[in-house]
């Protein structure tokens, strides 16, 4: 079942095109990769996926909401992690999953429960008290996707959700995910890390606003024959004509 259903969509900031006319389909609990060289595009078309930028013509639908029309209904039904570490570093652990649990709409009865179960989860059950300052970067990370997804969202996005932090704590990040998706929740990540590439079920990459390929790792490393997504990566970034957005 597809979760996201994009149509020719295409995104003008007046006479530049930074998304050239789209398409795709992601399918419920895939980890689907939405890569690109800075200015390809993708964090354009993944705002207006996420219900934040209004496309300047075609069509699209998350968690069956049409991203238009229905920007509000998108939120509610996603969750949404980024590089910028978005958590209160000046509140505590619980405070922080309290905090979003109310934003994403977890009933308040419920909330202490959701706590619980998500210190559990991450084995954080000694540092509920602990300030989010004080916690090594990894371990933020690993926090803010657990409350990204707090509320049991369709869809995550997760925009380079990676960056800066060290290969061992990334590798424990990736077990995350693949958890979220074993549980239904479908994960769609942006990531300048090849390596992450290939623990994607598909991958699509974007030159200039348009998708010039997508297709499962092997089968892309199979078409361009070459050994590894990092080589696929740098042929299509060749291609690039534009530069920064």
């Known amino acids: 079942m597809s979760v996201i259903k994009v149509e020719n969509l295409t995104k003008h900031f007046g006479n530049f095109i930074a998304v050239n006319n789209i398409t795709f389909q992601v399918e419920k609990g895939e980890i689907f990769g939405f890569l690109g060289v800075n200015g390809a595009g993708k964090t354009t078309a993944m705002r207006m996926l996420c219900g934040l930028s209004q496309p300047t013509s075609g069509s699209g639908t998350v968690a069956g909401y049409d991203i238009a029309s229905q920007s509000e209904d998108v939120k509610k039904h996603i969750g949404y992690m980024s590089q910028k570490f978005a958590l209160y570093e000046d509140l505590k652990v619980w405070e922080n999953m309290r905090l979003y649990a109310g934003i994403y709409g977890v009933p308040r009865s419920e909330i202490p429960a959701v706590i619980d179960r ?128």
């Not at 933020?140 to 409350?147: H, I």
């Not at 010039?212 to 790792?217: F, K, S």
């Open 118 to 245: 998500m210190l559990a989860a991450l084995g954080f059950e000694s540092e509920k008290n602990t300030l989010v300052k004080e916690l090594p970067l990894g371990w933020k990370q690993k926090l803010a996707f657990s409350v990204s997804i707090i509320h049991r969202p369709e869809i995550v996005f997760l925009d380079e959700p990676t960056g800066g932090v060290d290969p061992a704590a990334r590798r424990q990040f990736w077990e995350f995910i693949y958890k979220a998706a074993d549980e239904g929740i479908t994960v769609f990540v942006t990531t300048h890390y090849m390596d992450e590439a290939e623990y994607c079920h598909r991958v699509s990459i974007m030159v200039d606003g348009r998708i010039e390929a997508l297709d499962t790792p092997a089968r892309l490393k199979q078409q361009f024959s070459v050994a590894s997504m990092d080589d696929v990566f740098t042929k299509l970034a060749r291609k690039a004509e534009g530069g920064e957005q």
